[in-house]
């Protein structure tokens, strides 16, 4: 449950937001985080001291189910005469670390990241007539939180989310967003951390499959360049109508298509609904992860294993000349331009570290038939997987959101892997790796296009069972694929 008032009334638990100017008797009983933020603000509104704000009213360290304490809705007037229309500015304080105090997130010095190290915004294209700003992307915002800091991924700028509903539970085409720094908002060092600003960004479905495709990066400038879409400020406007390839048919062929073929895709993972089962063998014991079974819940490692596994997949999404993937090393080194605490993982789906070689997990397995199962919107990922990453010579990782499993596809060239030409199947624990070698064969670019015997064509050992990689798919593709040497 959450309530709206003005950010200056008084309430039990929030107190009047302070300016750069309040008393220093007031601010020294402000929370410092929060305080800190609070400046930004007022840095880009001087005139708008007390501006409605969303408030939990039981808050998430007390035990209620809204992990952000509030979000300011600031009126920004835009410029006309640089296609940056008037809007409404949303601002997230809870990500980051408010208190200080442990009761919502571990302090780890004043060097690193403030809590989950960022805040979200959000642009909505303000309405004509309209005198309040609407309610419903706080609570778009309070989703997004609630995941982060259930599955402790954290968000990076070119970052997608697939939301599959309009955002506003209208009729709107504006179903799935993409994540970018916000243009005016500036990171700001706090007492607890530094905190940085990701702007949600409103886009269509045709846009998010080209962003999978290619690269949320290189959408988002696109949208830069087509004032209605979202314009240089990246506004979203619910009430658009049109993609950014309807609005230019040249964007996609040009762009798009040349990007993909030049590029290959940044998308090196994704958080999914998927498993695999280990078909060489049965299991022999309790502690062999072959018992990971379809339609079960995967086995929990111990926390050292966990670690590990979280530490590596997060190690390895860098696009580099030459491949690496995720080094097992609890220590990172040249990652992100903070440290975090261990036990925050990083989004499976940016590019964002720097990888070195790895040492063993635990215990390689080398399997000689595997079985994989993924849901329809992870299914249709596979053709991205082949064509934008396998092809020019990079991983793609899927990373179970139901536990500590994932599958790993690599290719020739690709350092670190424990899978290998002799044995393409192989697994640490609950991690799997299947590997391909080249000669590769082009794939068609839709998902919808991809049947299953081009898969069959790159991986021979795929039997496809005559099933096709289609979002009319059923929600569950129990049997999607079997990867063998041998008739399965």
Not at 198 to 225: M, P
Not at 372 to 398: D, M, V
């Amino acid at each position: 449950m959450a309530e709206l008032r003005p950010s200056g009334a008084p309430g039990p638990t929030a107190p009047p937001a302070p300016g750069p100017t309040a008393p220093p008797a007031f601010a020294s009983l402000f929370p410092p985080g929060l305080h800190a933020i609070y400046g930004e603000c007022r840095r880009l509104y001087p005139d708008q001291p007390n501006p409605l704000q969303v408030t939990a009213i039981v808050k998430y360290w007390l035990g209620g189910p809204d992990p952000l304490d509030y979000v300011s809705m600031y009126r920004n007037v835009g410029s006309p005469s640089a296609n940056i229309p008037e809007h409404w500015h949303y601002i997230s304080f809870g990500l980051s670390d408010l208190y200080g105090d442990n009761r919502v997130h571990e302090f780890t010095g004043t060097d690193g990241p403030s809590g989950f190290g960022f805040e979200l915004t959000f642009r909505l294209k303000r309405e004509t007539g309209e005198s309040a700003p609407p309610t419903w992307p706080a609570e778009l915002m309070q989703g997004l939180a609630r995941y982060v800091f259930q599955s402790e991924n954290t968000f990076c700028s070119g970052d997608h989310v697939s939301w599959h509903s309009p955002l506003d539970n209208s009729e709107s085409r504006i179903q799935h967003m993409l994540l970018t720094e916000d243009p005016q908002m500036q990171p700001v060092q706090t007492p607890f951390g530094v905190v940085t600003f990701l702007q949600i960004v409103g886009v269509c479905t045709e846009e998010l499959h080209s962003a999978q495709q290619w690269n949320g990066q290189g959408i988002l400038e696109l949208l830069r360049t087509v004032p209605i879409a979202g314009g240089p400020w990246l506004i979203t406007d619910m009430r658009r109508g049109e993609t950014i390839f309807e609005i230019d048919p040249h964007l996609q062929q040009e762009r798009v298509d040349k990007g993909i073929e030049t590029d290959g895709s940044n998308l090196s993972g994704v958080s999914a609904k998927c498993a695999w089962d280990d078909l060489s063998r049965p299991p022999e014991d309790d502690e062999d992860s072959r018992s990971i079974c379809i339609g079960t819940q995967p086995r929990r490692l111990s926390g050292k294993d966990t670690e590990q596994i979280r530490e590596t997949l997060r190690r390895g999404l860098e696009i580099n000349s030459k491949p690496v993937l995720p080094p097992i090393n609890p220590q990172r080194q040249n990652g992100l331009a903070h440290d975090r605490a261990p036990s925050r993982k990083d989004s499976l789906e940016s590019d964002s570290s720097t990888a070195i070689i790895p040492h063993e997990l635990i215990r390689t397995r080398q399997l000689e038939s595997v079985h994989l199962k993924f849901n329809q919107e992870s299914g249709a990922l596979i053709p991205l997987c082949l064509r934008g990453r396998l092809l020019h010579g990079r991983h793609f990782t899927y990373k179970s959101i139901t536990g500590d499993m994932a599958i790993t596809f690599v290719s020739t060239g690709v350092e670190g892997a424990f899978a290998t030409e002799e044995h393409p199947y192989a697994a640490h624990g609950p991690w799997l790796q299947v590997r391909r070698a080249a000669p590769w064969q082009a794939l068609p670019l839709e998902p919808q296009e991809c049947q299953a015997p081009e898969l069959h064509r790159l991986f021979p050992q795929l039997h496809h069972k005559g099933k096709s990689v289609t979002r009319e798919s059923s929600q569950e593709l129990p049997h999607l694929s079997c990867l063998s040497p041998v008739s399965c």
